[in-house]
Each structure stands twice: as structure tokens, then as C-alpha cells.
């Protein structure tokens, strides 16, 4: 099975510290890198945890805090120095597109790859992005400004052949996509082998839920039911609940309290406010609701599997 | 005398590697810090080295590319969340406004401190702001887009008073200034106390010039001669003369030949392209030419002291 992998290249809020680090994740998958975010700084975080801006072709951006997005423009001019040619579509608020023309217009005028924006309507769940393996959900999240997150879910493969069955019952090669779409095998004597002998069951399907920054939002838990990997935003422990509220925000308890009520396999929680000085008080806080959590931390990277239920 | 300090936040150029960062220096004088240039994650580096951004009332930025002003719009918006509420100036091309203002009116709306952008003419060599204690001249420098470098000079001091003096010809505090100013004593007996007896030089002014990026320039000579300080980029070796002229860069030689006809100080050199691996053979070149010469590096801390000529 090809690794899911989440990367965390930054998992501080709006007031970087020397611990954290400007929000972005970088989700990879058979070769392909999926941006989630992009403070200030990334290009040179990113790098340093070996990964190839050339498998970057989509971007996700969850709202025009400078937080989240302040590091495309060095991106996008250092993927021009780097020779790019390939297009880069980033997906995010509308409000990122006029300050991304504005910067790459003064910043890298001669660009010789396009840069293709698409506008997220932040209000709606729906499918923003999909290839032959993933889909990309919007996530309609409740923050200072549109905002929202992205579900990313692999798309349900095909059962695996067995090569044994299928030598010792002769099958020919052009039937292989039938069986594999579940059709059984008659043999030559009339006798029906059945489609459950001829494959393994399909490799599950993974997925993963990036929730940053929000207020506690119930309306999520549908939306994310049974994902593998949450990533929910705990900025604040829960001794700092009105802070929270007052910012848009959630504590250690409210995005547990999501994770479970969404039946979620894992819960990964960061975006963690300067104030914040223990994580581990904050992880204990999370895991007394939903003990499958761990914390996000700048070159961690985290393997998501399918969760067994 | 109060230390005159250069602070080297990020000596990297456009391609930033995991040994240098983008552009961005401060010069540090009487509690007060002038900011120059300001790459991406300047705000992170100048904080890791113990700089309190209240302190920060004046950045001047050489020009337009990405490497030396995408620092700002974070640091804008971070200084907001510190609760500023003094003015910040910004001296540059204008052609950075415009992207300032977007970013701003995009991430840090309700900005409760005035930004207030400072256009400097590139081409020309004059005063661009001045307090009691410095001025600082911009200058024309030649590189893609419109450039130009800073010149720091301490204005001229008073000599200072010898207090033995004062007490011994037991001279009012009322004409201390006017002995400043230069005035001799005449006792009762009409005896005159010259002036030179009454005072001690006054310390001597320092200058800095930051000369960040361009090509070779020779008029650029008399306008820092005898800096006590010159920062010249020296983005390329001399084996790789060629690319610094494709790119309107300088090399190691061609900044020390400036550093030694302008008769300056010392030479600090930087900026260098992520081709660069052997900084010490770039040092040796430039020496080679220009003795007192160091490497910029991040972290570093440059004392700026008169020279003795």
C-alpha cells in the first residue's frame, strides 16, 4: 500500500515564537504533494524536510490570515528561480487572489509557469478538487473571516487479482478489469468460479481532515465522520476558553470533543497560541476526551492508515 | 561613546538554502533600530537575536525582489498583534506601495498604527531622513530593477567638556554651550582661557553603507568614501563573474576593489547566491584585494567602530 503521509511544517498561530512556526502541512501521496497552507517561512521549512517543490501542484489555503498564506509569494518566486514550467493551481478564499496577483505582478512578473487560483466558496461542502486516486472536499469552517478546511479521501480502489487463481484457471489478460470489477469466471466445463476467489478485498481507503481556525463547529462532525487523521486547531488549552471564544478558536476539550463525536481513528491538534508554554498539559487535556491524540510538531510527520473499527 | 552595532539578520540572496536567509540587516544606535531590507521570516530571526520590534521606527528597503521585502506584511501584521500603536516609516522604491498597501488592507485591516511609505528616488544621492543624531543618503545603485543602497552617518558631535576646568574657572552653567560651541574664557583678570583648554574631541562620528544588490558601480566611490563600514554584496566568486554580470551582481574582487578605492574601514561582504558553497575562499578572494575584510553571517553581530586612518 503506498504511504499517506502528513507532513507538519509549521504549527504555530498568527504570533510566530522560536518553538512554532506559521501554519503548513504538506499532505503526500504516490508522488504527488498536496500543499495545506502556507505561512510565512515555508519554502525554507519545506526544503529542510526533503521535499520537492516539483511535486507540488495544488494548494490549499484556508483563509487570507498572513499566518496561512503570507508564504506564497516566496514560494511561488523560488519555484520560478527553480526553473518550474508545470501550471500550480492554488484553492483558497476569494479574497487571496487580488493580494497573489498584486504580489507575483511585483515579485515575479516573468513567471514562466501559470498560476492558476480557484476560488473556495468557504460556505459550502462540496468536492473542490479530484484526480484518479483523491478527492478534495471544502470544509465550511466559522472563523474571523472565510475560512475553511479540506477533506482529502482516497477514492475506493479495486480489489486485488490473485495471481494463482487466475494462472491456474487460465484467465486471459483482457479479463483481468472485469474480474477485477467483480465479474466471476466460468470454466470451460461450465462450472462458475465466483469473483470472491479470484481477488483479496481492495486496498481500504484513507483519509484526512485539516479543521484550522474555527470556532467548535458540531456542523462539522458529518462532514469528517470516520476520517482517519483530524487535524483540528487546539490554539488554546482550556483554562484559556474565553480567549478562545473571543479569537474564533478552539481549546484542547472542544476539538476532542469534535474528534469523538465524529468517530474520527486519530486526532492530531496544533495551531498552538504563543501564550501556550506546556503542550503536554494541553495533550492530556485533549486525550482525557479522545485518548487517540497526538500533538503536532514542526518535522514530525505523521502515516495515516486506515483505522480499524 | 554608545555602540554603533550592524546586526545581520539574513545574508542569503533569492534562492534561500538552509544555511542562509533572505536579506535583511539592522543598525542599532542610541535604543534606536533602522531596519534594512526585510526578507521573508525576518521577524522569527530578528527576535531569535534578542531585538524588540518597539524599538523599530524606520525600515528601508533597496529594492523591489521578493528576497528583500516579503518579510514585511508578517512583521506588519505581528507588530499588530504586540499592540504598536507608533508610527512605522518605510523608505523604498515606490513600486513597493502599492503591494504594501494590498497586503495590509488584506491581513491587518483595522491596523490601530499608521504605516507611512516613504518613496526614495533610486537614482539620486541625498539626505532621505535625519534625526539629532544620524542621516541617512540614499544610494544609486544599479541592479534589475530600481535599487538603491543606504549610507548611515552620525552627525558631528560636540566636543566634550572637561569638568575640572569648569570648576576650576568656575564658569556658569549657562555658557556650557556656548564653550561647546567653541568659545574661550575669559577670567576676571582678563586673562583668556583658550578654548581647547576647557573641552576634549568629540567623538568621533561613524558611517556605515549598506550597497545591496548591484553591479559593480565606480560612482558609487566617492559617495562612501571612508565609511567605516561598507556592506557590499558579493553574490557570486570571481570564477563566476560571468553570472554575476548576467544577473547585475557583484563578485568578491569587484566588491573589495570598491571597498579599497572608496578607502573604507572595513568591508563586510554577503548576499551570496545558494551556488555558493565555500565561503572562506570567497573571504581569501576578497582579501586579496581588500585585507580588512569579513563574512556576513546570520547572527553575527559587526561593532562599528571609527577607523584610524
Redesign the interface.
Known amino acids: 500500500m503506498e504511504p499517506l503521509e502528513l507532513h507538519i511544517i509549521g504549527c504555530g498561530s498568527?504570533?510566530?515564537t522560536?518553538r512554532h512556526?506559521?501554519a503548513c502541512q504538506v499532505l503526500s501521496t504516490r508522488g504527488k504533494l498536496f500543499m495545506i497552507d502556507c505561512g510565512?517561512?515555508t519554502?525554507?521549512r519545506f526544503?529542510?524536510q526533503g521535499l520537492s517543490m516539483k511535486r507540488v501542484g495544488h494548494i490549499f489555503i484556508s483563509h487570507?490570515?498572513?499566518?496561512h498564506c503570507?508564504?506564497l509569494?516566496?514560494l511561488i518566486?523560488?519555484m520560478s528561480?527553480?526553473g518550474r514550467t508545470a501550471q500550480l493551481h492554488i484553492h483558497g478564499p476569494q479574497?487571496?487572489e487580488?493580494?497573489l496577483q498584486?504580489?507575483i505582478g511585483?515579485?515575479?512578473p516573468n513567471l514562466e509557469f501559470e498560476v492558476l487560483f480557484h476560488a473556495v466558496d468557504t460556505k459550502k461542502h462540496q468536492i473542490i478538487y479530484e484526480d484518479k486516486s483523491i478527492e478534495v472536499w471544502s470544509l465550511p469552517l466559522y472563523h474571523r473571516v472565510p475560512c475553511c478546511g479540506y477533506l482529502f479521501r482516497e477514492k475506493p480502489s479495486l480489489p486485488h487479482i490473485r495471481r494463482d487463481m487466475i494462472d491456474m484457471y487460465e484467465i486471459p489478460v483482457s479479463q483481468i478489469n472485469n474480474i477485477k470489477a467483480g465479474m466471476d469466471w466460468t470454466l470451460p466445463d461450465g462450472t462458475v468460479v465466483p469473483n470472491e476467489n479470484l481477488v483479496t478485498p481492495p486496498t481500504p481507503s484513507r483519509s484526512f481532515a485539516y479543521c484550522s481556525d474555527t470556532t467548535p463547529l458540531p456542523s462539522l462532525v458529518p462532514m469528517i465522520k470516520d476520517v482517519d487523521l483530524l487535524f483540528h486547531e487546539a490554539t488554546f488549552d482550556q483554562e484559556n476558553e474565553f480567549r478562545a471564544k473571543q479569537t474564533y478558536h478552539s481549546t484542547t476539550l472542544e476539538a476532542a470533543e469534535i474528534a469523538k463525536e465524529a468517530h474520527v481513528g486519530q486526532l492530531c491538534i496544533g495551531h498552538y497560541s504563543s501564550r501556550m508554554r506546556d503542550e503536554e498539559k494541553m495533550l492530556l487535556e485533549a486525550c482525557s476526551i479522545f485518548p487517540n491524540t497526538i500533538l503536532a510538531d514542526e518535522g514530525k510527520t505523521v502515516i495515516i492508515t486506515p483505522t480499524t473499527r
Open positions: 498568527a504570533n510566530p522560536q512556526r506559521p510565512e517561512g519554502q525554507v526544503a529542510k487570507a490570515h498572513g499566518d503570507l508564504g509569494p516566496g518566486c523560488t528561480l527553480l479574497e487571496l487580488a493580494f498584486s504580489a511585483l515579485f515575479c
